[in-house]
């Protein structure tokens, strides 16, 4: 379809079932691949509501792959693999080794289950049929020369759902990427998918030279964990803002490294700061100077 934005379905009964969604990255006339050096990472994110459907969240289904040159035939068969994450709770859900020998959103054997992994809710269970839209992402970061780690989240819905996944160091020798792969399974049974703003981007290897920025925010309880890269070595602050204006507010990390905090040689920092008391819309930024000096 060559669009960022598909629709899969028209919202009539059983209009969807079982659809197998696949992009490829670029353009028709121009399609891309991305291979990553080491310390570069991948991640195809977008925005999905899903219409008419069941919450059976183990059929809804994301991947990252090599699709071999099979695309273009409508091939199935993605021989040179991926990452696939199958969405849930369970012992069975979270990222697989996709199969190399049959469909890219299968789970059948072949699609090896990735170990140790690690499966986070923190609120909410999917529901098939929200006018709330769920925001979805996968990453793929090559660590080493033969590794690489792999996060994934969906969040949002009537529910309020919020699950993530986590991977980490899994060896492979699949650096080369070039298509994202969905499922959305006869269980899942939605008549209408309406996907938006689905997009491709790589951070460079090394720290950042530009300023600092937030790479990841997660919320569990009253406690929100903040990823960050910066320049190694450089003295950060955390400010807070309730309307996206006025960033006098500094927030204090409440795990070490304290105030003003540190990057490492790398130019990466993870720390944890009290929400409690912020309000229901609340934004927070690093930035190298002093918000209340």
């Not at 696949?22 to 570069?40: K, S």
């Amino acid at each position: 379809m060559d669009s960022d934005s598909p629709t899969i379905g028209d919202g009539t009964a059983n209009n969807a079932d079982d659809a197998w969604v696949a992009g490829r990255f670029g353009t028709v006339a121009t399609p891309a691949d991305v291979t990553l050096a080491i310390g570069e990472t991948l991640t195809v994110s977008g925005s999905l509501i899903l219409t008419g459907g069941l919450g059976v969240d183990s059929n809804l289904r994301f991947g990252v792959f090599d699709e071999s040159g099979q695309f273009a035939s409508g091939g199935t068969t993605w021989s040179n693999g991926g990452w696939l994450l199958r969405a849930g709770a369970n012992p069975d859900d979270g990222w697989h080794k996709a199969r190399t020998n049959g469909a890219f959103v299968s789970t059948n054997p072949n699609a090896a289950i990735i170990t140790p992994r690690t499966n986070t809710n923190t609120g909410g269970a999917l529901d098939g049929d929200s006018t709330i839209a769920y925001d979805w992402s996968i990453s793929v970061t090559r660590d080493s020369a033969t590794t690489v780690d792999l996060f994934g989240s969906i969040a949002g819905g009537d529910n309020a759902y919020n699950q993530t996944y986590t991977a980490n160091d899994i060896a492979t020798s699949l650096f080369t990427y070039n298509a994202v792969g969905l499922l959305f399974g006869a269980s899942l049974d939605v008549d209408q998918a309406v996907l938006s703003g689905v997009q491709y981007t790589v951070v460079p290897s090394g720290p950042p030279s530009e300023e600092p920025k937030i790479t990841s925010f997660s919320i569990a309880g009253t406690s929100a964990t903040v990823v960050m890269m910066g320049a190694p070595g450089t003295d950060y602050y955390c400010a807070g803002s309730g309307d996206l204006t006025d960033w006098t507010t500094e927030v204090v990390p409440t795990d070490t490294p304290g105030s003003p905090f540190q990057t490492n040689a790398s130019g990466d920092l993870t720390f944890t700061v009290d929400i409690s008391s912020f309000g229901s819309s609340y934004f927070f930024r690093v930035q190298d100077t002093d918000p209340n000096p």
